[in-house]
């Protein structure tokens, strides 16, 4: 496992990132074609196991257990997974994996445990994804059925979609009226139901949470809260407090990576160019505050003997910087260091955080999925699903399921 040392970018160009990245990094594509092949033989050695259940959100000693659908936001990272390898080989062992993993997440819906923004992240890799690739009606009705779930969650005179617990919970509850940066990557569900239904309602709810999520979470100079409370009834902001990262005023990685991608996702939907820019603002100060290696602290304001990384934020980088660069005009000067970022990184990942002659059935060390509790130095399912979407981006013409 690397441990390079800590080196803060000495050379910053005319647009506030690294110099560094108007040089294209050294990585033969038939490098990260292989890496997607060592990727994809793990999934399979792993289908037998988790043909309709799921890893842990994060490993123990590298090794994932088997758990069930019944809660957690990581579940559809797994099947996302499944459907990645289902359409790069072709093998309908893959297909049939996700979809009897998919009924376990109708049963979800059923069962009522919804009270969560994360219903994004589950059914879009579950349910979006599957109806893309198969064009099964079912996926649609469970995949909107989940959007009006998240709809639920909104409280208008803020214009936020609240994160945790039950939104209809006692008024003095820490989560009512809490959102946090996570939840960008949720509003693509949103987006997804208002252009399948034609209905605009839910494209009109994300888009007021993009626009509140801008103007509390993220700061004057980039960085992000992880998350930040509003009055409900008078829309009033509160404040904004650490879950995940070191502290309220600091920057967790993950957090900063999970709006990237989410703002240039927001762009495409939308069509905004203030959210591609906002999306380019948030890359910026990412990019500035990363290590010698691409791979991020896990907060970049702990203190420097918490040497921690988080792979699994590195991931989601290459997907978001990748998806930046599809937003941005072709012409924009940016588009090449955000290209150049995005591979570096991944030519990292694969080089140095694989667990390729390792003893685990994960894909990435080094993912940190709550250090504060003691939970790092692991696997994190969804590190494993963002690479293997950015090794895909990288090497294959591909349609996004977000
Ligand atoms: N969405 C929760 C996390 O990033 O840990």
Redesign the pocket.
Known sequence: MPRRPAALRASISDHGLPDEYTQSPDIERAELARALSVAIDQIDRNLDDYYDRFPEPSSDNLTYSPTGNTDG?TTSFWTGLCWLAYEVTGDSRYRKAAEAQFETFERRLKSGEVKTH?LG?LYTLSAIAGHRLTGNDRYQSAAVTAADYLVDRFWEAPGLIQAWGDHEASEDSWERGRMIV?SMMNLPLLFWASETTGDPTYASIAETHARTNGQHIIRQDGSTFHTFKCDVDTGKPVGGETA?GYNASSCWS??QT?AIYGYALAGDYTGEGEYVEIAAKLANYYLSKLEDDHVPRWDFDAPPDQDIRDSSAAAIAVCGLHELTCQLPFADDRTRFYRNAALSTLGSLATDYSTEDTESNGLLTDGA??PSDGDYDECCI?GDYFYVEGLVRATQHWTRYW
């Open positions: 936001w994360d992240f996570d995940q993950r957090g999970w999925y709550d969804w």
